[in-house]
């Protein structure tokens, strides 16, 4: 029961907080047009990552796992879990906040590289290119709210030099 609690928490949590930071631009304090009161999600809106895990594993053979956990047309609450690198690529319109809820690796984000382990949270603007390589045996899994809603394809391939293909 306390896993389940702390998990739920965890979504509600981060999910209002990604959800203002993109309609703030990301920056703290008060600005214009930001929302004073947000309403409490209802159950629907909430999901249990570590049941999703436990649910929806990364397959034998695959590299990339991406799980849809809540999603409307202003954004989505995914679960990624990684293995190998993911390269370098790019998104023209999608926000993405990150958060690692196991595993450790480097995450690249236009020129810089940044080591991030358990507990690390990342946010990606439109445009920016990133990749992410994930160290040790374990695998890398990600809990990600991305606004506007995930769309494969707004995910665009870049080059070294942080150009897109």
């Known amino acids: 029961m306390g896993r389940h609690l702390r998990a739920s928490s965890l979504v509600e949590v981060l999910c209002c907080f990604a959800w ?61 879990q990684v293995r190998t690198t993911v390269p370098p690529h790019l998104h023209r319109h999608t926000r993405e906040i990150l958060y690692l809820l196991q595993g450790e690796g480097i995450f690249r984000l236009g020129s810089e590289r940044i080591a991030v382990h358990t507990g690390s949270v990342v946010r990606v603007r439109p445009g920016q290119v990133h990749a992410f390589t ?20 707004d995910r665009i391939a870049a080059d070294d030099q942080n150009n897109a293909r």
């Open 20 to 80: 203002l930071a993109c309609q703030t631009g990301g920056a703290g304090g008060q600005h214009p047009g930001a929302p004073t009161d947000i309403p409490a999600p209802t159950l629907a809106d909430l999901s249990d990552l570590l049941q999703q895990l436990d649910r929806n594993p990364i397959g034998p053979d695959e590299d990339l796992r991406i799980t849809r956990l809540i999603e409307d047309q202003e954004s989505s609450a995914l679960l990624v």
């Open 134 to 153: 994930p160290l040790g045996r374990t695998t890398a899994v990600f809990f990600v709210v991305t606004v506007p809603r995930w769309d494969e394809a």
